[in-house]
């Protein structure tokens, strides 16, 4: 027996909206934001270099810089890893646009690799074929918070000398072989939009390792002003003196989404678990049913998930992926789509990228939906999006 769907004017599973994610914010994290108002500082303050060292220590990294946002912290990455006109970035096509267009930013060229039918994530074959001798770096993209095939993309980077950086936008918490995200690769980003895991309003920062390339992070984020003694080129000034070096950016985090961020932070285990509890109970409910495809890891991951992507065999349903979006709008469950492949988009085919390019990220974004994750759902939110599944599924089995 199957039920009328909401979407030929049946009863939805549920009376109001439930949202794909949504910020958990506390007393604790109100408090933190007032405190800064009341203080002297609020921009350039202790709490940069508060969330800075937090950050190191939470990852293992030795260098973070605290940026303005998630995509100021790729555009800073790629300055500082030396992108220029006539390099080539190898990324994965299935991501925010903001992670090629970095690269854009600085004058290079993004090259798409495609991904792994299984894990979503970038297939290390596809770039180690899209190699070339302008190839410059590599920006893998932790896709739903998993880790990509590190071990075999720090082998090819070695081998080849890349620079290797990891967007880590979705992944913060997640780690990789023993090795949390932000102390694998050369340079790694964070983001804290609402939508993420931990959220400063808008924020995020750039990790790394090397002592170098966190000095070029740090001058391309503050203007290409420093006026730190022992780098000056003109010795000999006064307390006064500082010097632009080079043309950078203000791409400064304030001290209000510093303390929030912070202040996040202190939830970060108990976000974990919960995301981790609302993943396995929709991987034992939905991985039953043969029209779904649940998300797989490489061996070595232990992931925190920022997104919960449910893949369907259109073949085995007489719908389209549209249809079983409406369908499931309908139901009051507000699925999301993640992502457009990239180069499908107006401004990247008028750049010269042509559909075709990466068919196995083209066949995940045709077949997949993003269901809600986030902290504060209940267990009665998750019981909702479990059933308005297996209705859909029931009603368009073939
Ligand atoms: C959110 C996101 C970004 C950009 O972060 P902002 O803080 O919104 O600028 C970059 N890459 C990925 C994969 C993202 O999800």
């Given at each position: 027996?199957?039920t009328?769907?909401?979407?030929?004017?049946?009863?939805?599973?549920?009376?109001t909206?439930?949202g794909?994610?949504?910020q958990?914010?506390d007393?604790?994290?109100?408090?933190?934001?007032?405190d800064?108002?009341?203080?002297?500082?609020?921009?350039?303050g202790?709490?940069?270099?508060?969330?800075?060292q937090?950050?190191c220590?939470l990852?293992?990294?030795?260098?973070c810089?605290?940026?303005?946002?998630?995509?100021?912290?790729?555009?800073a990455?790629?300055?500082?890893?030396?992108?220029?006109?006539?390099d080539?970035?190898i990324?994965?096509?299935?991501?925010?646009?903001?992670t090629?267009?970095a690269?854009?930013?600085?004058?290079?060229?993004?090259?798409?690799a495609?991904?792994?039918?299984?894990?979503?994530?970038?297939?290390?074959?596809?770039?180690?074929?899209?190699?070339?001798?302008?190839?410059?770096?590599?920006?893998a993209?932790?896709?739903?918070?998993?880790?990509c095939?590190?071990?075999?993309?720090?082998h090819?980077?070695?081998?080849?000398?890349?620079?290797?950086i990891?967007?880590?936008?979705?992944?913060?918490?997640?780690?990789?072989?023993?090795?949390?995200?932000?102390?694998?690769?050369d340079?790694?980003?964070?983001?804290?939009?609402?939508?993420?895991?931990?959220?400063?309003?808008?924020?995020?920062?750039?990790l790394c390792?090397d002592?170098?390339?966190?000095?070029?992070v740090?001058?391309?984020a503050?203007?290409?002003?420093?006026r730190?003694?022992?780098?000056?080129?003109d010795?000999?000034?006064s307390n006064?003196?500082?010097?632009?070096?080079?043309?950078?950016?203000?791409?400064?985090?304030?001290?209000?989404?510093?303390?929030?961020?912070?202040?996040?932070?202190?939830k970060l285990d108990r976000f974990?678990?919960?995301?981790?509890?609302?993943?396995?109970?929709?991987?034992?409910e939905?991985?039953?049913?043969?029209?779904i495809?649940?998300?797989k890891?490489?061996?070595?991951?232990?992931?925190?998930?920022h997104l919960?992507?449910?893949?369907l065999?259109?073949?085995?349903?007489?719908?389209?992926r549209?249809?079983?979006?409406?369908?499931?709008?309908?139901?009051?469950?507000?699925?999301n789509?993640?992502?457009?492949?990239v180069?499908?988009?107006?401004?990247?085919?008028?750049?010269?990228?042509r559909?075709?390019?990466?068919?196995?990220?083209?066949?995940?974004?045709?077949?997949?939906?993003?269901?809600?994750?986030?902290?504060?759902?209940?267990?009665?939110?998750?019981?909702?999006?479990?059933r308005?599944?297996?209705?859909?599924v029931?009603?368009?089995?073939?």
């Open positions: 027996m199957t009328k769907l909401a979407l030929h004017g049946g009863e939805p599973v549920r009376r909206k439930l794909y994610g949504h958990y914010i007393e604790a994290d109100i408090q933190a934001v007032a800064v108002l009341k203080s002297d500082f609020l921009t350039c202790p709490k940069v270099g508060e969330l800075e937090r950050l220590t990852t293992g990294a030795p260098y810089t605290a940026v303005s946002n998630g995509t100021a912290a790729l555009h990455a790629c300055l500082a890893a030396g992108i220029g006109p006539g080539e970035v990324t994965a096509p299935i991501t925010f646009a903001a090629a267009n690269v854009l930013y600085c004058g290079g060229t993004p090259v798409f495609d991904i792994n039918p299984e894990t979503y994530e970038i297939d290390p074959a596809s770039v180690e074929a899209r190699i070339t001798e302008k190839t410059k770096a590599v920006i993209v932790d896709f739903t918070g998993a880790p095939d590190y071990g075999a993309l720090r090819i980077c070695q081998t080849h000398g890349l620079v290797l990891e967007d880590a936008a979705h992944s913060i918490g997640t780690s990789y072989r023993g090795m949390p995200v932000g102390s694998i690769a340079l790694t980003t964070f983001s804290f939009h609402p939508v993420k895991t931990i959220t400063a309003g808008e924020g995020g920062a750039v390792k002592p170098d390339l966190a000095q070029r740090l001058m391309y503050r203007h290409g002003i420093t730190d003694q022992p780098m000056l080129q010795q000999g000034n006064w003196y500082y010097e632009q070096q080079l043309l950078g950016y203000n791409f400064r985090m304030t001290d209000i989404q510093c303390a929030l961020a912070l202040s996040q932070l202190n974990a678990a919960r995301r981790r509890e609302l993943v396995r109970r929709y991987d034992e939905l991985g039953k049913i043969p029209e495809q649940i998300q890891e490489y061996d070595g991951a232990d992931t925190v998930r919960y992507i449910l893949r065999d259109f073949t085995r349903l007489s719908c389209d549209r249809e079983f979006y409406d369908a499931m709008q309908a139901e009051n469950i507000g699925v789509v993640h992502y457009i492949p180069y499908w988009f107006p401004y990247y085919q008028s750049l010269g990228y559909r075709g390019l990466c068919p196995n990220a083209e066949a995940y974004y045709e077949s997949s939906l993003t269901l809600p994750l986030f902290y504060g759902m209940t267990g009665q939110d998750q019981a909702d999006v479990i308005a599944v297996k209705k859909l029931e009603y368009y089995r073939k």
